[in-house]
């Protein structure tokens, strides 16, 4: 049986698909047998998907991905094919029916480098102006706005679990979500949705499209302010943060240089930021890690004025 990661068990269950964790024996058998791929280990890292290393009748290596139903795999697949490989992870075959696709096998992730958190936040931003290029207009049937879909999640999970952190941590990510909710549609882009440094892989070789060798891998793909793929990449840096001898200066620093990097307005990365810390430690509460979602909330109480 195949060796399924904690997380992305737990992940499953909470969603209400421990059919589709029954049946992943059978769906990677039959994918394997389909694309001529031999199997190899299980990659670990990731909630919301198997991963699993293949390798190709070609005896080229690949990474098979087997998505968990229900958790935005059409619009993930829409962004790799429109990119194309630019910016992103190649896609070298699809299966719909098992939300499974085949990619380009990648090396290590920028978060494993000895890299400082400055470089890897230069990486992620240069490497983000490439990925919003995707065209927009692929995507203008999007009816939602994210900045008030998380100020919903925040507001129902933080209720829901018996308010875990201090309400005033709950306004203030409320406060930005309203400001950030107000930015016009004609300055959103395609974003990654999920663009933290263990998203950012090193490419096997150097193309046109990667930044200093390096593509992204997982994303979500939506239209949003660009300004909110920064503040996910400025959401966590929890051990800086508590380790830090002055925490807020530590964040408004790299914020700041997160700003610069990729062209935006500070004020903005810091905002959504902050609601992303607020919003990630209240979901990955819910998908019951309470340790890891704990560091979130606890910075985002600490960066408070």
Known sequence: MVAVP????????????????IGLDDQLRRLCKNWGLTPGRVLDGGTASLVVEVTRSDGT???????IPGIDFHDQLRLLELAGGRG??????????????????L???????????GEQIRVVCDLLRVAWQVPATSYRDQSWNNAEELARLITELWNRHNRPCPERVVERALGYAARRAAVPRSEWVVVHGDPHPGNVLRAPEAREGSVGGYVFVDPTGFLADPTYDVGILMRDWSDQLLA???????????CALAADHSGLDRDAVVEWAYIERVSSGLFILEVGDP??????LQTAELLLP
């Open 107 to 117: 090396g290590e992730s920028l978060a494993d480098t000895a890299l400082p958190p």
């Open 6 to 21: 904690e997380a992305v068990r737990i992940r499953a269950v909470s969603q209400g698909q421990s059919a589709w964790l």
């Open 88 to 105: 992103y992870v190649r896609l070298l075959g699809v299966d719909r029916e098992a939300n499974g696709y085949l990619l380009e096998s």
């Open 244 to 254: 830090s001898d002055d925490p807020r200066e530590w964040q408004e620093h790299h």
């Open 291 to 296: 340790d890891h979602a704990r560091r979130f």
């Open 61 to 67: 290596p690949a990474v098979l991905k087997l998505v």
